[in-house]
C-alpha cells in the first residue's frame, strides 16, 4: 500500500465518519499542557483527567506543587496510576525549569520554531516524542503528530508503519508523511477510531470504515494484534 494515498483516503473517510474535533482550550501556560499530557502516559483518558484534576484542587500553582512532598505529590497523582514515577518527574521537572527561570511561566515557547520546542523540551526526564508533539499540537497549534497507543494500534493494523514496533518510532516516521492540514483531525479521529471500532481486543472489522484500506481486515485475523504493546 503506497502510505501518501492511503493517509488521504483514510483522513477523507474517518472525517464522514466522526464529527469535525473541537479545539482543546489553550491556557497561557503551555506547562499546563506538559504535565497533563505527562500524566496521560500509560493510562486511560478517564485517569490522567482526575489525576491532573486532583494535582489542581490540591496545588492551585506550580509554585505549590514545587514546594509539595514528593510523599504528598505521590498521594494526589495516585488516581492516574504510576503516580510514584509521574511524581518524580514532575518534581525534577519543575526543579529545572525554577533553576533556569526562577519561574514556570513557558509562554516563551509559543515564539521558539518547532525544533527549538522539541529541543528544549526534550532535555527533562520524562517528556518524550508524544508528549512533545501533543504540546506543540494542541497548545501550540502547530503541526505535530502524536502516536498513542490507539494510533500505533491502528496505524500498524492499517499497515502504514513499515515495521516500526514501537510508537516512537512509529511517530517519527507518520509525522513525515502526515500533511499538515491533517493532522489534528487525523489524531483525533485515529483515536476516537481506535477506542469505538479498532479496539485492542475485539476490533469489529465488519463494522470499521477503513476495512477496505485494512491489511489486518484483509487477512480476517479475529482478535487482539499478536505482540501488540
Known sequence: ???????????????????????????DNPLDSLIQTLLSQNTTAANSARAYANLRRHFPTWEMVHRASLRDLVAVLRPGGLANIKAVWIKSL????????????????????????????????????????CVLLFDLGRPAFPVDTHVFRVCRRLGLLDGARSPEKAQALLEARVPPRDCHA????????????????RPDCDACILAVLCDHARRGVPGKITNEK
Open 94 to 133: 519543575l526543579e529545572d525549569i525554577w533553576e533556569e527561570q526562577g519561574h514556570f511561566n513557558l509562554s516563551f515557547l509559543r515564539d521558539l520554531t518547532d525544533q527549538e520546542v522539541r529541543a528544549y523540551l526534550e532535555r527533562f526526564r520524562g517528556i518524550g516524542g508524544k508528549t512533545m508533539a
Open 186 to 201: 487525523l489524531h483525533v479521529h485515529l483515536v476516537e477510531h481506535g477506542r469505538q471500532t479498532c479496539t485492542a481486543r
Open 1 to 27: 500500500m503506497d502510505p501518501m494515498p492511503a493517509l488521504s483516503q483514510i483522513a477523507a473517510r474517518l472525517r464522514k465518519r466522526y464529527a469535525p474535533p473541537q479545539p482543546r482550550p489553550r491556557s
